[in-house]
Structure formats: C-alpha cells, structure tokens
C-alpha cells in the first residue's frame, strides 16, 4: 500500500464536494495519465459521491446531521479502494432488482447499480462495532 488516508465528515450533502476534492487531491499524482487510468480515476470519482450521498440519504435519513461519516482511501499500486462508514440501520443490497434498460423508477432505486457499474468490486456489509462499510474498489 502506498497511501492510506481517512477523512471524517458529518452527513450532510454540502461537504459533498469537499469530499470530492480530497479524493481528486490524493489521487492526482497516482494516477497515471492513460485514457483508461483516468477513466476508472472518474468513475470512482462517481462511486464516492454516489456512496456518499446514499450514507446521507438512507443510511442516516433519521439521524442528525451531525452524524459521522468516516471515509478511507487507500492507494495502493494497481488498485484503490474506498471505505464508507455509515452509521445506520443494517441493508441488504442483494434484495434489490437491478433496473431494466430504459427502466424508470419513482424514488431512485439506481444507486446500487451504478456503483457495481462503475468498480471492479463493491462490497456493503455490517461491522463489528455495528457501523456499516461500503467497499468500492478498483483496479487502475
């Protein structure tokens, strides 16, 4: 691993952008200035705002906005990896039916299919200390 960086946030979707820049910032000089790299580097960009926005939206929908959302981003040689912790009720993505093409729902329903879209790996399981960690993952 090269780098291992966490930022702490509260969930509110005004820090959005400021989530993203820290994630542009510490991903600028690893990735590398390939069309794919930087490709993969834009769709992660998008699988953090859509992860993030989700633990904002869903995950703390009943929780003040003072709630903690905890992100690491971990650069390592071929891959990064982002962790979101939210702190809401446990979720099962597995129940949900991916959209049909062309496909339109009232309320969303897409944010799970865009993230595995946009990873090579996506993992939201229930943790020890009872907080819930999105893993996106990729290989660049």
């Given at each position: 691993m090269l780098k291992l960086e966490r930022l702490k946030v509260k969930s509110d979707l005004t820090v959005q952008a400021q989530v993203q820049k820290w994630f542009e910032k510490l991903c600028r000089n690893h990735i590398s200035t390939r069309d794919s790299s930087q490709r993969q580097f834009h769709r992660l960009n998008l699988a953090l705002a859509e992860?993030?926005?989700?633990?904002?939206?869903?995950?703390?929908q009943e929780l003040p906005?003072?709630?903690?959302?905890?992100?690491?981003?971990?650069?390592?040689?071929?891959?990064?990896e982002i962790r979101i912790w939210d702190q809401g009720k446990p979720f099962n993505p597995d129940i949900l039916?991916?959209?049909?093409?062309?496909?339109?729902?009232?309320?969303?329903?897409?944010?799970?299919?865009?993230?595995?879209r946009a990873a090579d790996r996506v993992v939201y399981e229930r943790c020890q200390d009872g907080r819930n960690c999105l893993l996106i993952s990729s290989n660049i």
């Open positions: 992860g993030f926005s989700n633990a904002v939206r869903h995950a703390h906005s003072e709630t903690i959302i905890e992100i690491e981003l971990a650069l390592c040689d071929e891959r990064i039916e991916e959209p049909l093409p062309g496909e339109l729902r009232e309320g969303g329903g897409y944010g799970w299919y865009l993230l595995r």
